[in-house]
């Protein structure tokens, strides 16, 4: 079954940086493309990043453009997103999705926050 693992999550200052980490496992990871999203607290789920399945594709929202650099790893099964420059507005859950026709899969998230 489709598994998808989010880490690298935690607490940084304005001005900060961090690297998510998804880990895929139970299907071909190189023929999908990938996503980032993330849900503040009480706010809907947005899409912040994607890139497509060999990574020569990717796409980013307004808010975090410049700042933010998706990027995979098809032999590891991985996909990143470097966030630099980090705002208390980038404060939210960080979740990994994959979309199949069988479905949208999402990870458990990983908590970021962002705050002095």
């Known amino acids: 079954q489709v598994q998808l693992v989010e880490s690298g999550g935690g607490l940084v200052q304005p001005g900060g940086s961090l690297r998510l980490s998804c880990a895929a496992s139970?299907?071909?990871?190189?023929?999908?493309?990938m996503s980032w999203y993330r849900e503040a607290p009480g706010k809907e789920r947005e899409l912040v990043a994607g890139i497509s399945t060999a990574g020569g594709s990717t796409n980013y929202a307004e808010p975090v453009k410049g700042r933010f650099t998706i990027s995979r790893d098809n032999a590891k099964n991985r996909v990143y997103l470097q966030m630099n420059s980090l705002k208390p507005e980038d404060t939210a859950v960080y979740y990994c999705?994959?979309?199949?026709?069988?479905?949208?899969?999402w990870g458990q998230g990983t908590q970021v926050a962002v705050s002095s």
């Open positions: 139970g299907f071909t990871f190189r023929s999908y493309a």
């Open positions: 999705n994959v979309r199949q026709l069988s479905g949208s899969y």
